[in-house]
C-alpha cells in the first residue's frame, strides 16, 4: 500500500501489535483494559473494535515500524531495540523519521549488550579493536562503535546470534539479554549494554487531521490512566494534625490527599493516592511517623 493510499481521512485508527511472542498477550491486556474488544479474524491477523472504533492488526514485531511509517497503521506497540534499529536504517538511507517513541509501556523489559567469552577479562571498549561483532542490531551496534572510536567487523546474523562464536563466525555478540541464561548456555558473559529496551507504544509525532484524532486523544488518556494506576494504591488513615507535614514527607510519590477534621477534633482523615509500591515497611515507617487506622486500597479505574 502507497503512503498517499494509506494516510487517506479514515475514521477508525488502526494499532499494529506482535501476532505472537514475548510482547503479544501483555499488549492486547493493555489494551483491553482501556476498554477496547475486538472481533478476530478467521486468519487471525486483524480484530475488528467493537467497543471502540480501533482495530488491531496482528503482525510480526520487525514489521512494525516499516507499516507505521507507510500509513497502513496509526500506533503500534513495539520494542523499543526494534523502534531504533529500524531509526537508525532509515537515518542511514537519508529517509525522514515518522514513527517516535510516544510512550514506554512497563512491560518485555530487556538490554542490548555486548557478550564476550567467558574466559575475557573485560578491559573496556578498545578491546574491541578489529573483532569481529555478531547481532541483530547492525545501526545500533555501529552507532556505538563510531561514539567509542572503535573499529571492528559487525557480522549481520538474523536469528542464534549467541552461537555464532562457537561457529567461528564471530570473535563476540551484541544481542538482546533478558535472563541472560543463553548467554551462560553459549559460554558468554555480558560486558556493557548499548541500550535497555520494553515495550513503547510508536505513532506519529503531529496530531491526526481527521476523525482519528479524537480516538487517539481518548487512547492516550486511558492508556496514561491505566499505567498511572498500575502500582497505585489508595492509603486512608487518621492522624494528628502535628504528624501530617512528617507523613506526606514519606509519601514523596502521592498526589495532594484530602484531609477531613474528625469530630472537631485535632485529629485528620486523609486518603492519598500513591504511585509507588506500597510495601509493610512503608506502613511501619507511617506508623512510627504518627498515622493510626492504615488501610490499603486497590484502585480499578481513574479519570481527571
Known amino acids: 500500500m502507497s503512503l498517499t493510499a494509506a494516510a487517506t481521512a479514515r475514521d477508525r485508527l488502526r494499532i499494529a501489535i506482535q501476532k505472537s511472542g514475548r510482547l503479544s498477550e501483555p499488549a492486547r491486556a493493555l489494551l483491553a483494559s482501556c476498554g477496547l474488544s475486538w472481533r478476530e479474524s ?13 482495530d488491531l492488526l496482528l503482525v510480526r514485531d520487525d514489521d512494525i515500524p516499516g507499516l507505521l511509517a507507510d500509513g497502513v497503521c496509526d500506533y503500534g506497540i513495539v520494542g523499543r531495540n526494534v523502534l531504533t534499529e529500524q531509526a537508525g536504517e ?27 567469552p567467558e ?35 559487525v557480522v549481520t546474523l538474523s536469528g542464534s546470534v549467541e552461537i555464532a562464536p562457537r561457529l567461528g563466525q564471530a570473535d563476540l555478540v551484541c ?28 505513532g506519529p509525532q503531529v496530531p491526526f487531521a481527521d476523525a482519528r484524532a479524537e480516538l487517539a486523544q481518548l487512547l492516550l488518556r486511558r492508556l496514561e490512566g491505566v499505567l498511572k494506576l498500575k502500582d497505585s494504591r489508595l492509603l486512608l488513615f487518621q492522624a494528628q494534625r502535628s504528624a501530617v507535614p512528617d507523613l506526606l514527607k514519606l509519601l514523596p510519590d502521592a498526589e495532594a490527599p484530602t484531609m477531613m477534621q474528625v469530630d472537631g477534633a485535632d485529629t485528620l482523615a486523609l486518603q492519598a493516592l500513591c504511585h509507588g509500591a506500597m510495601t509493610w515497611q512503608r506502613l511501619e515507617d507511617l506508623k512510627h511517623a504518627g498515622a493510626r487506622g492504615l488501610m490499603v486500597v486497590p484502585v480499578e479505574r481513574t479519570l481527571a
Do not use: M
Open 119 to 153: 574466559e575475557w577479562q573485560w578491559e573496556g571498549p578498545a578491546q574491541l579493536e578489529g573483532r569481529r561483532i555478531a547481532t541483530s542490531y547492525p545501526y545500533l551496534l555501529q552507532n556505538w562503535l563510531r561514539e567509542q572510536d572503535v573499529q571492528a567487523t
Open 175 to 202: 544481542d538482546l539479554v533478558s535472563s541472560g541464561a543463553t548467554l551462560t548456555a553459549n559460554h558468554l558473559k555480558p560486558v556493557t549494554t548499548l541500550l535497555q529496551s520494553e515495550a513503547v507504544l510508536a
Open 42 to 54: 478467521r486468519d487471525k491477523l486483524f480484530c475488528y473494535g467493537e467497543s471502540l472504533p480501533v
Open 90 to 116: 532509515r537515518a542511514e538511507r537519508g529517509l525522514p523519521q515518522v514513527a517516535f517513541e510516544l510512550r514506554a509501556l512497563g512491560f518485555g523489559g530487556c538490554r542490548l549488550d555486548i557478550a564476550v
